[in-house]
């Protein structure tokens, strides 16, 4: 089974343009995260997805966005970009619970740069 | 808030054992879980615990006690490849409906 691909794997950007970042989950998962890295903070959770609607948002300003269409693939759209925006976008996704398990699988990220 | 601790950096020798302790404060839990990142690359999961105790798998363990929001992930016959980041992080949804909350991560270095 493929694993989970992110496109484009390196980005770099002008501050204050916008940016869109692709995910494909994992054959047969539904449910899709959103996750930004940074030496600083760490991964902080952007938003989840399932069935094409977000079902859980972080606390970041609303120039992140995201939607996930009927095949599961998502995107994320960042706005505005700002210095602070450079980091590793990292996409996972989840297949049906099983039991209590909330396993996510990672893609191996887009790294962003913004200058 | 959330609020996830764990050591910023260490160091052990290789063939010995090394515990990465963490510790949480979050409204909600459904299960806590150890990654294990290298540089420049995805996290890669290594262990779930919802129910306290020790979950054995390998040279890797992970114990968790909930009543005192505490967690270990123990590593054994430490190898020079386990020279990684590793990643704490709590689970906040429930229903099937996913939020990790991660730490800032543990970097290990294993030395000869």
């Known amino acids: 089974k493929a694993g989970v691909t992110q496109t484009p794997r390196y980005l770099i950007k002008t501050r204050g343009q916008q940016v869109t970042l692709s995910c494909s989950p994992i054959s047969g998962h539904r449910s899709v995260s959103w996750y930004q890295q940074t030496p600083g903070q760490g991964l902080q959770f952007l938003f989840e997805y399932f069935s094409e609607t977000q079902r859980n948002k972080g606390n970041f300003p609303g120039r992140f966005s995201g939607r996930q269409f009927s095949n599961s693939r998502s995107e994320m759209n960042v706005s505005t970009l700002e210095l602070g925006d450079s980091a590793l976008y990292l996409c996972?996704?989840?297949?049906?619970?099983?039991?209590?398990?909330?396993?996510?699988?990672f893609g191996p990220g887009t790294r962003l740069t913004v200058t | 808030g959330q609020n996830i601790d764990q050591p910023t950096e260490m160091t052990a020798t290789e063939g010995a054992i090394v515990q990465i302790n963490c510790t949480y404060q979050?409204?909600?839990?459904?299960?806590l879980f150890w990654y294990q990142q290298h540089a420049g690359e995805a996290p890669t999961f290594l262990s779930y615990n919802v129910l306290d105790g020790l979950e054995e798998k390998g040279r890797f363990s992970s114990f968790l006690s909930r009543s005192k929001g505490y967690s270990y992930l123990l590593l054994k016959e430490l190898q020079m490849k386990d020279s990684a980041s590793y990643l704490c992080?709590?689970?906040?949804?429930?229903?099937?409906?996913?939020?990790?909350?991660f730490g800032k991560g543990t970097k290990l270095s294993v030395i000869p």
């Open positions: 996972a996704s989840s297949p049906p619970p099983s039991g209590v398990s909330y396993e996510q699988y």
């Open positions: 992080a709590v689970v906040l949804s429930g229903a099937g409906s996913y939020q990790l909350t």
């Open positions: 979050t409204s909600g839990f459904n299960g």
